[in-house]
């Protein structure tokens, strides 16, 4: 198998994973989404140092935590995906599945957003016409719902800003995991040793089932981050970025044939509108990188030609 295929296979691998997740957490009931949280930043804590040193980044991370900005912009993005899964697994545990894969199926569009906010970006014209469908998107399932999408707006919200966070710091995806998952560590120990003694705790006192299943919240997102890491070496980045909508599209049937949630007519339209706001995101995305390699190419042969000696 070549190394291109085996990327592929691995970042597929990783996205279907996390997508799958949605039929792990009302396994954890009656344990709550936070105490879930909590329980996933210890055990993962331990679980991401096991992969740190098995990759020997110990000192990479011993940098990263040792700068004052980018130890802060590491909270940020630690908290960031904390609340970003804890609001995804109160979704999951709620029947709201489609709406939180809505929330990661916009995720790109946020991120153009953001390009346009934050680095002043001068989108393309097809862009804008992604961004108007998502935005037409948004207020139909709004009518749908009664009430804005707040699951998914917050999902894409938070998702889209760690990742900002991420590609501005360019850092190692275990390191920087691995820091992350410290800083909230010690918020997380707190908060269930409270629960323990409050006799507020589901952990530990349930069965022995869900104990197993409390601490596999920590060990579930370990098995995605190492196949992904695996692929982003092998495959293009925009490969990556279109493989990246499995996750969505897994919860979105998980949502619909296995929780049998309602999915009315103007709710179809809204996710068809979305999906083709996505579909012209890409196209335009795939368009642009191959008119930059072509002239990228055409300059490198024009400074040859003009480099030769006449014949």
């Known amino acids: ?91 999951v545990m709620n029947g709201q599945v489609v709406e939180a894969s809505l929330g990661y199926f916009i995720t790109p569009l946020v991120s153009v957003a953001f390009g346009v906010i934050v680095f002043r970006e001068r989108l393309r014209r ?22 804005p999408p707040w699951i998914a707006l917050g999902l894409a919200v938070t998702f889209g800003t760690y990742g900002l966070i991420k590609k501005h710091l360019n850092a190692g995806a275990a390191e ?72 969505p599209a897994v919860q979105f049937l998980i949502g619909l044939l296995v929780f049998h949630e309602e999915m009315p007519g103007p709710r179809w339209a809204g996710f068809a509108l979305l999906w083709a706001a996505l579909a012209v995101l890409a196209v335009d995305g795939l368009r642009a990188r191959r008119r930059a390699s072509t002239s990228a190419v055409a300059g490198t042969a024009e400074g040859y030609d003009l480099r030769a000696p006449s014949p």
């Open 1 to 91: 198998m070549s190394e291109a295929r085996r990327g592929l296979l691995l970042g597929g691998s990783a996205y279907a994973l996390w997508g799958l997740s949605a039929l792990y957490w009302p396994l954890v009931e009656p344990t709550g989404p936070v105490e879930i949280m909590a329980l996933r930043a210890l055990w993962s804590l331990v679980a991401i140092m096991v992969l740190v040193s098995a990759m020997g980044r110990w000192r990479r991370a011993w940098r990263l935590a040792r700068g004052a900005r980018t130890l802060a912009l590491l909270a940020a993005a630690g908290t960031l995906t904390a609340v970003n899964w804890a609001m995804f697994i109160y979704a």
């Open 126 to 147: 097809w862009q804008w016409a992604a961004i108007a469908l998502g935005a037409a998107t948004v207020l139909i399932l709004s009518v749908d719902y009664g009430r």
């Open 176 to 247: 920087s995991l691995l820091v992350e998952t410290a800083i909230l560590f010690p918020f997380a120990l707190v908060y269930t040793l409270v629960l323990q003694f409050t006799g507020n705790a589901t952990f530990g006192h349930v069965s022995a089932a869900n104990t197993a299943l409390g601490i596999g919240s920590g060990l579930v997102m370990l098995l995605p981050v190492l196949l992904f890491s695996a692929a982003a070496t092998r495959v293009p980045l925009t490969t990556i970025g279109l493989l990246q909508y499995i996750e």
